[in-house]
């Protein structure tokens, strides 16, 4: 598992960069009266820190707060972040009024989490070691229910109730050494009951989804050889793909900016995509 995940770190430190900063213009439906909404807060994974880009003023404070092991995710809710910790299994929240350690979610011993996404008071946080997707309820803070979700799922995303998870189907062959897939999928959770009412077919290994208006996008990674990257289209209504976009280069980040256009990362620089 160890060689997987240095494949997908490679380009993880710039996807969470770019996604900070695309996430802090969106429209959160509220006012921005705090000085929190016009930053852009990202996750150093060698570091293991966290940095703030003030966008006003276009100055970097660099490591402000200690995060855990193994940090590969960061959303912002409110006034807090909650950073994924790979290597502690856990979600620290972070107070973004005060830079302090607000709570620290124990996902489970074992689990890998990965990804997290949000519907109401519940989050959902991907196991990349159980291939499960695991409920935690935030006014607890304590994991209620565990959904399959395949082998090594990775990205989670919303669209209203339903809940997104990219299935890699990463199979560890011991005797080659390598990593093969399996059919990539994507399975689709109703946050009422937390069951997987849906499985969508895709490409091979897709790690990154992000939510685009109706839509959903799916960033299938291939192989890291001869099956190179595609961009899946779901149409969130149907549950059905609409559209597969060939990239022709290994991707290691997928962001949408606020007028609709999708942004992914290479090790050859950064691929605009236009989804029209």
Request: glycine share 10%; aromatic share 8%.
């Amino acid at each position: 598992m160890n060689r997987f995940r240095n494949q997908i770190l490679i380009g993880l430190s710039w996807f969470l960069l770019i996604f900070s900063f695309i996430g802090w213009g969106e429209d959160n439906g509220e006012e921005e009266t705090s000085e929190i909404y016009k930053a852009a807060y990202i996750v150093n994974g060698a570091a293991e820190t966290l940095s703030i880009f003030d966008a006003e003023t276009s100055e970097m404070r660099n490591d402000v707060l200690a995060v855990g092991k193994w940090p590969n995710d960061i959303q912002i809710v409110e006034n807090k972040a909650y950073v994924v910790n790979t290597g502690d299994n856990n979600v620290q929240v972070i107070d973004l009024g005060t830079l302090m350690d607000d709570d620290l979610i124990d996902i489970g011993e074992g689990t890998g989490p990965e990804k997290i996404a949000f519907v109401g008071n519940k989050a959902y946080v991907s196991c990349n070691y159980t291939g499960m997707v695991n409920v935690v309820d935030l006014a607890s803070g304590q994991v209620t229910k565990s959904v399959e979700a395949g082998m090594a799922p990775w990205g989670v995303a919303v669209v209203g109730q339903k809940v997104y998870v990219c299935n890699t189907n990463a199979l560890l062959d011991a005797d080659a050494g390598a990593m093969p897939y399996g059919a990539g999928t994507v399975p689709v959770i109703d946050s009422a009951t937390d069951e997987v009412i849906k499985t969508i077919d895709v490409e091979v290994n897709p790690t990154e989804i992000v939510a685009s208006g109706g839509n959903i996008l799916v960033q299938c990674t291939g192989n890291y050889a001869e099956i190179s990257g595609k961009l899946i289209v779901i149409d969130a209504a149907s549950d059905t793909v609409t559209q597969t976009i060939e990239l022709g280069v290994t991707p290691s980040g997928l962001a949408v900016s606020p007028n609709g256009k999708a942004y992914m990362t290479s090790f050859g620089g950064l691929i605009p995509v236009n989804l029209n």
